[in-house]
């Protein structure tokens, strides 16, 4: 069965700081996706990344980075020089298989960043 | 290019009555997914459908929820009757269907709608 987990269920830093948000995952499936969104306080899921599971090769767009590790199944979010717009709670989410399927959530971390 | 609407934003109802949430997908996904998510709880995948049938209703609660597809375009979802329980937030997402090119067009994203909080007394 697939699973995720945020450990972290509310992180507070100072504007500029880093963050790192954690996830791992579990699943049996050696095709899988994996996706971060954002749901800020108006309340909507928006959509940040999604990777594939053949594809390790970490990303950075902008203040954001991704580092996928299979080794470690984790699939963390980093935010460099955090603003306060950056407040929300982020999701980590999993979906098997090379077609569309359910995505399967972590619990969420909020993420406070204080002026 | 619109993206996932869902209405109404917020419904309020006593226990016993019935509620139909609407969602209309961006134009042009064949797929459509609903998801909920309780208070405190993580949110959880009711089901899916690929343009008007049901692909993966395995996360439906019970026989209180019905979803449709008509035409598959836009898409309802009954509560009938509802339980102090059913109260939450209620998300739909649509996403494209998976392409002729491969695997890089597989399990594409799935947009979000603003949700519909359901409050339930």
């Known amino acids: 069965a697939q699973k995720v987990t945020q450990a972290q269920t509310e992180i507070s830093v100072v504007e500029k700081e880093d963050v790192t948000l954690d996830c791992v995952y579990e699943?049996?499936?050696?095709?899988?996706?994996l996706f971060w969104y954002k749901q800020p306080p108006s309340g909507e899921l928006v959509f940040l990344i999604r990777r594939n599971s053949f594809d390790e090769q970490n990303e950075i767009s902008g203040r954001y980075s991704w580092n996928f590790q299979k080794s470690t199944s984790s699939f963390n979010f980093t935010i460099t020089a955090s603003q306060v717009v950056d407040s929300a709670v982020y999701f980590c989410a999993l979906s098997e298989g090379g077609s569309a399927r359910q995505l399967t959530f972590g619990s969420g971390t909020q993420l406070t960043v204080l002026p | 290019e619109a993206g996932v609407t869902q209405f109404p934003s917020h419904s309020v109802i006593e226990k016993g009555q019935t509620v139909t949430l609407r969602c209309d997908p961006i134009s042009g996904h064949d797929n459509l997914y609903w998801y909920r998510r309780v208070m405190g709880k993580e949110i959880k995948f009711l089901l899916h459908?690929?343009?008007?049938?049901?692909?993966?209703e395995s996360g439906m609660p019970n026989n209180r929820f019905l979803a449709e597809r008509t035409g598959g375009t836009y898409s309802t979802l009954k509560v009938q009757p509802a339980e102090l329980e059913d109260s939450g937030v209620y998300f739909c997402a649509s996403s494209q269907d998976r392409g002729r090119m491969g695997l890089n067009y597989s399990n594409q994203p799935q947009h979000f709608g603003d949700g519909t909080r359901l409050s339930i007394l």
């Open positions: 699943t049996r499936d050696t095709t899988y996706y």
């Open positions: 459908f690929v343009k008007e049938s049901k692909q993966d």
